[in-house]
């Protein structure tokens, strides 16, 4: 439905009483597209997704990736920062089967979506990567698989950063030399006492690592 259509039906509502105080339309902006060179098998599963160029932020976060630079992207909702992430780590991982890559986010719901799009994606490529979640609703089998296994990526949550892969670090001794990124999603939901753990967190995650 049309936004000036929900508008209409908010103030033709019985119970609208002007509170809507100022309505402004903008104008549509093109999008911004770049070039960048990519596994052909990588830009065969994009146009199998419909994907046939990629915006400039992504391309500019994808040479930063590459280059082995840190990043933050923002970016308002829905507008790719995914592939930015998803596509060097599946350039590494297509490349060395035994890097690995680790992806954190405050929810499981979050980890569960995004494990569905890391899936999808790898069903495009065609490729065998191994990619499982590890979250406390999991059974005690289903965690042991994974850590026994030869996850590439694993998506997780802070609470199992703290519970597991650190208090148990030489059980993922594997997973952890062979770490190539990490993806903090949803960075701004790390705030207050949070985001103070969060911070020590990962101060322990790079130590680990080191």
Known sequence: ??????????????IYEGQIVHIEDTSFKDPEHASIELKPLINFALSQM????????????????????????????????????????????????????????PLNALVNDQYKNFVEFRDELGTDSEIDKYIGTMSGDEKRAVRSGNSQIILTNPEMIHMSFLQWHRIWKRFLSNLQYIVVDESHYYRGVMGSNMANLLRRLNRVCA
């Open 50 to 105: 419909g994907i046939e160029q990629l915006y400039s932020h992504q391309v500019e976060a994808i040479e930063h990736v590459r280059a082995g630079e840190d990043i933050v992207l923002v970016t308002s909702t829905a507008s790719g920062k995914s592939l930015s992430y998803m596509l060097p780590i599946f350039e590494v991982v297509m490349d060395d089967p035994d890097a690995t890559t680790l992806y954190i986010a």
């Open 1 to 14: 439905m049309p936004i000036s259509n929900i508008i209409e039906d908010i103030k033709s509502s019985k």
